[in-house]
């Protein structure tokens, strides 16, 4: 060890000195740049008074020169850009040892000790993602526009003889002859001048050029290391236990935290003198009295509002957004005093306590508006009771629930925060954290009991022996049939429990960095679910009830646009925990359930370390690996490959299982929404008829259904190799039992696609005639005429010969014979029939309507009246028009011709007629 640390600080004084000479290169090339930018503006203001028409020049070269030596120079820029690279090269070596000493510290304690024992000692001054993130923007800007002005200079260096010939010969025609040989010899140097400045440049230029690219490299490397190790740390912070033990808090420990924080030695360093920050904390200030005096005033228009919405008449979109918006003004003055003095002890206080505290109640205010906006929903003439319709004494009971819960809980859920922020960090004081982990961890079990604990009690439900219209019922299971309320209960309660009980149970076990994790998440959680269901139910009130029962494209893309903003906001909230549960890859469900050990993100960055800084690299051992590295990471490629089975598979693992859920999720929200959506924009758009927008709008949804089944079982790592003898033995069994369903199927993708038969159409099959209402992947269904349900398998119609009565023309001709007698003018009939056609509405004039005389019967002479009407008004539109024929032959005398029968009776001769034989005869 005495040897070592001779080494360290014979490097330590080596390294002092290089710094020393590296000052005082610096130093002296500033001088020389400084004295060369002396010597060429000097240059130039000579020449630009004896020669007046070369100051356009002189100057350009002046910028030159200053580009190339002054203070924001291509020499200046890039030996900072080199001191820049120097600086990320130690913090990779950095990195490399924070990295290196993190993985040792996990293999060693793991998830079994405290997560201090493991947890990475970052140096203040360590660089952040933030500002390398920036850095990286503001050189994906720089490195295109030094390369832009690499190229102009080059366009200039390569025009410089022809520029430099038109110039003297300009001015040798100024000076009318009057050009000495010196004069000549003088320009001629200057321009030697400015064309060595500009070779400078574009050599210097090209060197910053390529120091911006290698920057930009290794700031892309750093970043990319960070983020393992971020990564690495995120994964595994959640698993391991943040209180060390005793899990049990001493008695002494909980007695100094309180010492602690009611110390009046706190307000020693409270200092309110300082008068500029007084101007923002006094703005707050009138805001916060402005919106105390508002209070009653609201409560009163609140009032009125309801009053309004009693008459059903007034229930309208307008009232109900008044009403929000006064339950917001009434929500903001508890969270606006959080705000205030959370701005007050963090201006006016200069201690960690006066920190943490401000940090306590800028958050404080953010759960307090979640607890009033929930409370003041319910309030009396609130907007649960009033515009939700939710029966009184449930709002009652929930408001007054809600402020008891709300006035015993933030106290403690204060105390929580405040040694939270003081000792939660990793980082923090080992006295602050002991404080944090005793009484902090107390008031936050405490403050999360309450809350949980008197909501469930809230939400209790009773049974009730005679049912009344104030409680909205649902299908549940029997035993849950005579309770009121069935939602509240088999819903809120279990995201009540996970909210808030599940975090008390995970402090309790020592998990308390975890549970207060969980905790904020689930408050961002609830924030965003109450402003939604908010949002939700003031939407409803834009639409009319009885739209909202008939239109089912507008409710189904109302509920897609609704879990899409909700998974949005949810995957915004819940995107931090992602890597936490990447240990999920290494829990193995198939072909047995086990522990896969696999090659963390953290030894992945210790390799490529290895590769990359062969400055700094250990001498390699005699299997070619880094010793350092196989010190920490025992894991090889082939334990991970070890994980496989025996077929050489891919494990099933709980990652997969969990991702592929998330996928079949997504598929079965974006195949039910999706198709909805697509047919109103087509409806809105084009003039196609709803027939072709269901067949589009159920092709869609086949093919979204195909490739959510596909991405699932990729997901799940099921490739056609794996699965094909599932194929063959489903191509076996169709031979036999399933052929028919297969046909119906591949009936039913043919009449999609040909659409003999479209949703409207009026079919007849068979003797049955009705109307086509589904198009199913097996059967579809038509409306009979007398309102029934007729299922036919697909294959039916591809196979049998069926009638389909609008399928290229929606028209139908009808039919009305009749009979008039002998004698009638013929003529006159047609002109009736004709015109009493023409005068009904739903007879179509184009074609128009005719009579003609079919023949000329025994008794009769028979005509008959056709015209043409859209198909489902023919039986209205024929009994209209006879109902007027007739009224208009007895207004002119015509008669319809009865049926007639001739009967002929013929008498005979006596003398012919045979005597009847009786019976009793011989």
Known sequence: PLIIDLAKRRVDYSQELVDIYKKQAVILRDEEAMESLRLVGELSNRLSEEFPVLSELTSDTELLAQNLWGPAGIISRSEQTTQNLSEVKNNLNQLRSITELTLRKFNTYGNRGNVNRWWPDIPEDFPDRGDVAKSLRMLEKLIPEIDHQMIILAQKRSQTYDYNLKTLESIKKSFNGDFSPEKEQRVRHYFTVRQDLLDQLIQKGGIYENQLVEFQEMEKNFLKQLNDVQSFLYSHVLWS??????????????????GWVVSIEHWKDFNISDEDKKTGVVLLLLVFILLITMRKRLYRRLEHVAEIVSNPENDTLFQTFRALVITLLLVLPLPMGMLLLGKITGLFGSSLYWYAASDAFSLMALITVLLETARLIFIRKG????????????????????????????????????????????????????????????????????????????????????????????TWPRRFSAYAFPTAYLGAYPLIFFITLVPVILAMAGYYLTGMLLAFQMLRTLILLLFILLGSGVLRKSRNPEQQDSDKQTRSMYRFFMIMVISIGFFSIWSEAIPMLQFLKRVQILPRIQMIEEPSSLSLTLDIFSETDSENQNPPSETGADPAVDSVNPVSADMAAAAADSSGKPPLTLWMITVALIAAGIAVVVTRGLPGIVDIIIKRRTSMDYGARFAIGTLLKYSLTIIGT??????????????????????????????????????????????????DDVVTIGELMGRVSRIQIRATTITLWDRSEMVVPNKEFITKKLVNWTLSDSKRRIDIPLRVVYGTNLDQVKMILVSCAL?????????????????????????????????????????????????KFK?????FAMPQLNVQLSREDESTRTPPVRPDAP
């Open 710 to 759: 596909i991405t699932v079982f990729n997901l799940l790592g099921l490739k056609w190799s794996q699965i094909q003898w599932l194929a063959a033995a489903l191509t076996f069994g169709l031979g036999f039992g399933l052929q028919e369903i297969v046909a119906n199927f591949v009936s039913g993708l043919i009449l999609l696609i040909e659409r003999p038969i479209r949703v």
């Open 891 to 895: 207004e002119n005398g015509i008669f």
């Open 241 to 258: 236990r943040s209180v060390p033990k005793p899990i049990l808090p001493r008695f002494r420990d909980v007695t100094a935290a309180a």
């Open 839 to 887: 005068e009904n509405p739903l007879v179509l004039v184009d074609p128009e309507p005719h009579a003609i005389i079919i023949d000329f019967a025994k008794d009769a002479i028979n005509f008959e009246l056709r015209f043409v009407v859209d198909f489902g008004n023919g039986i209205q539109a024929k009994d209209e028009v006879q109902m007027a024929v007739d009224r």
């Open 383 to 474: 907007m649960a009771e009033v515009h939700f319709h939710w029966p009184e004494q449930v709002t009652r009971t929930l408001s007054r629930g809600l402020l008891r819960t709300e006035f015993l809980s933030l106290p403690f859920l204060y105390l929580s925060l405040l040694l939270g922020f003081s000792g939660g960090r990793l980082d923090s004081r080992e006295t602050y954290q002991v404080f944090n982990n005793s009484l902090g961890r107390i008031a936050f079990i405490i403050a999360l009991l309450i809350l949980g604990l008197g909501l469930l009690a809230l939400i209790k439900p009773e049974k009730s022996e005679k049912p009344t219209s104030d409680y909205t019922r649902v």
